[in-house]
């Protein structure tokens, strides 16, 4: 019943489609670490802080906003724009050869694209790293190319306010010609499935234990849960 009446679906990448959050924690723990400053603190304290500081702000740049946090916090000399150069340099190799998608995912793509649904990509994610996905990591390349699968891909290049705003998601409807009732939207995270319902479309959540702080309100305002891409199949299988 999941896909009675929809024409497009629509996913987030980090920690939906892809096993990221635990890199991006790793990535910024490298970064502090070369700052000499003050020893890194552990990967949960890493990724609250980030969230809480991406979350709260309140410009264009959230990423920007959160070098300068972390500018100050450790009291590095380098400015905000070349912490966050930093950054994506030691992010390089994680998004080349250590991304990888999340188990079954590949083979839900296909899935739905056998069943002749539109997919579409709206992420928070910065267009670089997605072209890094599309046209370099030969693990995504090698089992679901984000060409093949995808009918458009749109990262946080692509809006102006990132989600919990809906507005990537009103743009897709727009251009694919669809009410709401005929998307669906799968997310991990609590801003995520903010996005959806704010968008008023049904939202399914993959589950991802970096979201668990937010599992209980996550669970309360999605419209379906699974553990894992496995168990979507199963219960695709089984509405037949």
Same mark, same amino acid.
């Given at each position: 019943? /999941?896909?009675? =009446? ?12 892809? $096993?990221?959050?635990? *890199?991006?924690? %790793? ?14 603190? @552990? *990967? ?6 980030? $969230?809480?500081?991406?979350? @709260? ?16 916090? #450790? ?5 905000? +724009?070349?912490?966050?150069? %930093?950054? #994506?340099?030691? &992010? @390089? ?6 991304? @990888? #998608? ?6 839900? !793509? ?5 069943? =002749? ?15 890094? #996905? ?12 984000? $060409? %093949? /699968? ?9 809006? %102006? ?11 897709? /409807? ?15 995270? !609590? ?12 939202? &399914? ?14 669970? +309360? !305002? ?15 299988? &089984?509405?037949?």
């Amino acid at each position: 019943m /999941m896909l009675e =009446g929809k024409k497009l679906v629509i996913f987030d990448l980090d920690g939906t489609l892809l $096993d990221t959050v635990g *890199l991006w924690n %790793e990535i910024d723990r490298e970064l502090i670490s070369t700052f000499g400053t003050q020893p890194a603190p @552990d *990967l949960k304290t890493i990724q609250t802080e980030r $969230d809480r500081i991406i979350n @709260d702000a309140q410009d264009a740049h959230p990423y920007i906003t959160y070098c300068e946090y972390l500018k100050v916090r #450790y009291a590095t000399p380098l400015d905000a +724009q070349s912490l966050y150069d %930093e950054r #994506y340099r030691i &992010a @390089d190799d994680f998004l080349v050869n250590r991304v @990888d #998608y999340k188990p079954s995912a590949p083979e839900f !793509l296909k899935a739905l694209k056998a069943r =002749g649904l539109k997919l579409a990509v709206a992420s928070t994610t910065r267009g670089k790293n997605v072209e890094i #996905y599309r046209t370099k990591n030969h693990r995504i390349l090698e089992k679901a190319p984000f $060409d %093949e /699968m995808f009918e458009v891909v749109y990262s946080r290049n692509d809006a %102006e306010h990132i989600k919990p705003d809906p507005e990537i998601h009103l743009r897709l /409807m727009r251009e694919f010609n669809v009410t709401p009732q005929e998307c669906l939207i799968f997310e991990d995270s !609590l801003v995520g499935v903010q996005a959806a319902k704010a968008a008023a479309v049904e939202c &399914a959540v993959i589950y991802d234990m970096y979201s668990d702080d937010d599992r209980q309100e996550i669970n +309360q !305002l999605a419209n379906y849960q699974f553990d894992n891409f496995s168990a979507v199949l199963e219960a695709i299988e &089984a509405s037949k």
